[in-house]
């Protein structure tokens, strides 16, 4: 393994699509593109006044949201908080959070310090908020 690794976000496979969740949202994660040992990233886009099917949280890993462009909400436990451009989010391992976009759409940069295998997916997430 090298010392060091170059990578596309954009030319990552978009697992959205592998998903079902295309076009409304793409999701392409680079850490076994990069051989990262210890974090990982993700890039994330949503077309506008899409809400995530599932929120999700994690065990151990601590996560940052950067959001690039556009604008919405995130709700995080049982808390929506808007978000603009330029905002960084962080969270907490055991706390579940989802994402909303807004009318212009949402564009995030995730990193990640952990396993991101032991993540924990909320398919009910906004069902239990009421």
């Known amino acids: 393994m090298s010392d060091y690794t170059i990578v596309n976000i954009k030319e990552l496979e978009d697992m959205a699509v592998k998903f079902g969740m295309s076009p409304s949202m793409e999701a392409r994660f680079g850490r076994s593109a990069t051989d990262a040992e210890q974090g990982g990233f993700s890039y994330q886009r ?56 807004g009318d212009d759409g949402l564009e995030l940069l995730v990193f990640g310090a952990g396993d991101a295998g032991e993540a924990e997916v909320l398919e009910s997430f906004w069902e239990e908020l009421g």
């Open 46 to 101: 949503f077309a506008p006044n899409f809400r995530q099917p599932f929120g999700h949280r994690h065990r151990d890993q601590e996560e940052f949201y950067v959001v690039l462009s556009g604008s919405g909400q995130v709700t995080l436990a049982d808390e929506a908080r808007p978000i603009r451009q330029w905002d960084a989010i962080r969270v907490a391992p055991h706390t579940a959070r989802a994402f909303e976009s």
